[in-house]
């Protein structure tokens, strides 16, 4: 999992609550296990006209001007502005997935879904809650400033503003700290190989039957 530690980066506004993880990523996709190949296909039935497969070629598919990924002063956003109940529905965790290969490493929302908020942190996203009134502000201050960016620092657990508002977010130290040493489950697994390995050599010695 890629490290996080701050990010200045570009914002996209998705004004709507509720999003559940089938809007996300629509149920026809869920037929990977990779964590790539996602991007393409985020939040698939809003931003093209017409029913995407897998595999299909999205370049070539009908976009929906209307939608605002597919607006040119929001390409190449890494941070997503949104509303309350962010990631409800289905547990899939294609939905940190896509918004990952999408490049967003960043969720501002009032609230999330439980399951979703946790597999944000599993997968090097960071989801920051802030208060109805912080929310409904940076959406206006999007909506009139084209190339609105924030600046994300982890370690002071802090939003900047460019007129030098500072957000300020909470979060449990243990994400914290994975999120800036880039541990996801099978990191911090491996943090202890040397035991594990030690583990398996006297298994093998004391219960070789077990491995012939």
Known sequence: MEKFDRLEGLVAPLDRVNVDTDAIIPK????????????????????????????????????????????????????????????????????????????????????????????????????????????????????ATPGFRLTVDLPSQTVACPDGHVLRFDIDPFRKECLLNGWDDIGLTLRHADKIRAFEERRRASQPWLFA
């Open 28 to 143: 026809q996709f869920l037929k990977s296990i990779k964590r790539s190949g996602f991007g393409p296909n985020l939040f698939d039935e809003w931003r093209y006209m017409d029913v995407g497969q897998p595999g299909e070629d999205c370049s070539q598919r009908p976009r929906n001007p209307g939608f605002v990924l597919n607006q040119p002063r929001y390409q190449g956003a890494t941070i997503l502005l949104t509303r309350k109940n962010f990631g409800c529905g289905s547990s899939r965790e294609h939905a940190p997935w896509a918004l990952l290969d999408y490049g967003f490493r960043v969720i501002l929302a009032e609230s999330f879904a439980d399951i979703f908020f946790n597999n944000c942190f599993k997968n090097g996203i960071l989801p920051i809650t802030q208060p109805a009134e912080e929310i409904e502000s940076l959406f206006r201050d999007v909506e």
